[in-house]
C-alpha cells in the first residue's frame, strides 16, 4: 500500500480502483490474458465474471480468483445466449465486457483444412461478434466493449493466414461497431498483442521443443527483447475499461514490444 505523505492520499485509491462499482465480463477468462485481465479488474474494483469452455478450468480460475465463472463455449450461439441470461440474472447490467475467447491454429496455404477454418474463424471472429451482438442488449449506455486481436492482422507472418484474416476481420468490425454504438456511448476498442507467454502456443499442436525453437527465433526479432507477460496486456485493458478512457473509441493498440513497426529487425 502506497501513501502521498503530503496529502494523506492512498495511491492505490486513484490508481487501482478506477473500476469500483462496474460489473465485468471476461471471455476465455481460465488462463493466460483473460485471467490476468480478470484479476486486474477485481484488483481495480470490480464485479468480475469468466467464461470458458472447460468446466474443470473455469472452476479453478474463479476459485483463485474469486470472480463468478460460467461454462460457455463462444463457437455454441446458444451458449452464449445461456451465459448472458444467467449473467443479467446474477449480476444485472454490464458495464465492461472484454471479448478475449480465441484460439491459435498454424496452418500454412495450401494445408488449410475446411475444418481448421470454420474452427478458427467459429472462435476467433462468429465467437467474437456474436458474444457482443447478445451482450448488447444487458449493456449499460456508456459501457466499454474490449476486443482482443493480435498484430498478426498485419504481419504476414507465415502459417498464419486463417488466424491472421479472424483478427483482421475483427478489428474491422471494431471500427464499425464503434461508429454504430456511439449514440449509446458504448465505446468498443481493439487491443493487438505481439508475442505473449500464454499457454496458448501449447495448444498448437507443436510439441515443447519446436515451441522452444519458434519462442528463441521470435524472441530476436522484438526491439525490446522480449515476450509481452499477460500482466502487460491486462494493463492497457483495464485502461480502456475505466473512464479515464472515456474519450477513446474504435482505437487499436498494439501491444508488441516493437514488432510491428520494425518487423525486419533482428
Known sequence: MYWNKRSNIN????FMNDL????????????????????????SGA???????????VEKA????????????VSDLGAIDRLVSTVENELGKVDILFVNAGIFKPAPVGQITEELFDHQMGINFKGAVFTIEKFLPILND????????SVNAYTG????????????????????ASTELAPRKIRVNSVNPGPVNTPLFGKT????????????????RIPLKRFGTPEDIAKLVTFLASDDASFITGAEYNI??????NPLLS
Open 157 to 176: 507472418m507465415p502459417n498464419t493466414a486463417v488466424y491472421a484474416a479472424s483478427k483482421a476481420a475483427m478489428n474491422s468490425y471494431t471500427r464499425t
Open 11 to 14: 495511491l492505490n485509491d486513484i
Open 256 to 261: 508488441d514490444g516493437g514488432v510491428i513497426i
Open 142 to 149: 456508456g459501457a466499454s466493449i474490449i476486443n482482443l486481436s
Open 62 to 73: 474463479s476459485q483463485e480468483l474469486g470472480t463468478k465463472g460460467y461454462i460457455a463455449d
Open 47 to 57: 464485479t468480475v465474471a469468466i467464461s470458458g469452455r472447460s468446466k474443470e478450468r
Open 20 to 43: 469500483k462499482g462496474k460489473i465485468a465480463v471476461v471471455t476465455g477468462g481460465n488462463s493466460g490474458i483473460g485471467y490476468a485481465t480478470a484479476k486486474r479488474f477485481k484488483e
Open 205 to 220: 499442436g507443436m510439441d515443447e521443443e519446436q515451441i522452444s525453437g519458434f519462442a528463441e527465433a521470435f524472441q530476436n
